[in-house]
């Protein structure tokens, strides 16, 4: 039934306001969807981390891709949906797909430091996927925080890493999305995450994601959209999705958390050579192979003047710098990722010979 109007104001129809409020409602109170990933298997274990190989659809390249997602979020991100996954369209386009999912530290996992994860977990993950693919190369590629670590390992190892993909990720720390007062606070100490990580041993999945929902100013624009577009179905499908990865946070080893506030939201370690991995000092003029370095047009979370300067600090001759129309979520929320990485990586890959 529609309500007339009688002063030129738009007619409300009852019967699409009920069914809207009935879906928002629908949305909020049901259990989270299920997902599905892409056809997959486990070929490594280590703790709680899994690198699990995702078959190309139709093989094209010999160089396989190794994914490496944030520590701070849930890498099933990158395959949210059948017509939306990252990893479904690299597939899709011809290459095997290996990601290493970190998983969530435990209690006992409160000692684990960055340079066990790159040394003990992701370097030795991408030994396993080299031997179990049986390529000769292969092609890392490192979302955010995991484009961070992907640098590191690239510049420390002398595993045949061919490409390096680094997509919204934070190199430079001297320019951040926080509150200015939380960057003054954090730099001359009066902010101090040390006491808190002592605390706790390991930083609870709740404080992540009140982190993450305040470095987005609580950003009310995704409600917004469900209420705007609950006629949508697929729109509401994607969204439900969404929902559930922003709130599904993982825990996070307090050694690590320390040591990423204090030698790189502090100290800018990093970019000034400081840091030190293994007893090693990091140098990222070590990284001489081919790069591919993506920034977002809208990235809430990392700013471009973050990602920047490693063009400059790396050695590679062959080195390309590219914006994507995205969010720093939607660019692999959408699938867009996939599509936005193959023309460079396909020039790059050594292709199968059919012949």
């Not at 640098?151 to 490409?163: F, G, Q, R, V, W």
């Not at 969204?239 to 946070?249: G, L, P, S, V, Y």
């Not at 920034?295 to 063009?311: A, F, G, N």
Request: some cysteine.
């Amino acid at each position: 039934m529609a309500v007339k109007s009688l002063l030129n104001i738009p007619v409300l129809n009852l019967e699409t306001e009920k069914q809207r409020w009935n879906t928002i409602y629908k949305v909020l109170s049901e259990p989270k969807p299920n997902i599905e990933s892409t056809p997959r298997k486990a070929v490594w274990k280590k703790n709680k981390s899994v690198l699990w190989y995702h078959p190309a659809s139709e093989k094209k390249y010999n160089t396989p891709l190794f994914l490496v997602y944030s520590l701070l979020n849930k890498s099933y991100i990158l395959d949210i949906s059948e017509e939306a996954s990252v990893i479904g369209n690299l597939t899709k386009q011809g290459y095997d797909v290996y990601l290493l999912d970190w998983g969530s530290p435990g209690l006992e996992d409160k000692d684990l430091t960055l340079d066990n994860y790159i040394i003990d977990y992701l370097e030795v993950a991408v030994k396993r996927a080299l031997r179990h693919s049986g390529a000769k190369e292969i092609s890392l590629v490192g979302y955010c925080i995991g484009g961070t670590l992907s640098a590191i390992l690239t510049s420390l190892t002398d595993l045949p890493i061919k490409n390096l993909v680094l997509a919204a990720v934070p190199i430079d720390y001297s320019d951040v999305i926080v509150p200015d007062k939380w960057v003054k606070a954090i730099q001359n100490g009066t902010l101090n995450f040390d006491r808190f990580a002592d605390a706790y041993e390991v930083i609870p999945s709740e404080f992540l994601s009140a982190i993450f929902m305040a470095l987005q100013g609580f950003n009310i624009g995704p409600t917004i959209n469900l209420v705007t577009r609950a006629h949508d179905q697929k729109y509401v499908d994607k969204w439900r999705r969404m929902d559930k990865w922003m709130k599904d946070a993982v825990t996070f080893s307090g050694a690590a958390f320390k040591q990423m506030f204090n030698e790189l939201y502090k100290d800018n370690k990093l970019v000034k050579g400081e840091m030190k991995i293994g007893g090693q000092k990091v140098d990222l003029s070590n990284i001489k192979c081919s790069t591919l370095v993506i920034s977002s047009t809208r990235d809430e979370l990392v700013l471009e003047s973050q990602s920047l300067p490693v063009m400059d600090l790396i050695s590679s001759e062959d080195k390309t710098y590219q914006h994507e129309e995205a969010g720093h979520v939607s660019l692999c929320l959408t699938g867009q990722f996939a599509f936005a990485i193959d023309p460079w990586l396909s020039e790059r890959s050594t292709k199968v010979n059919n012949g």
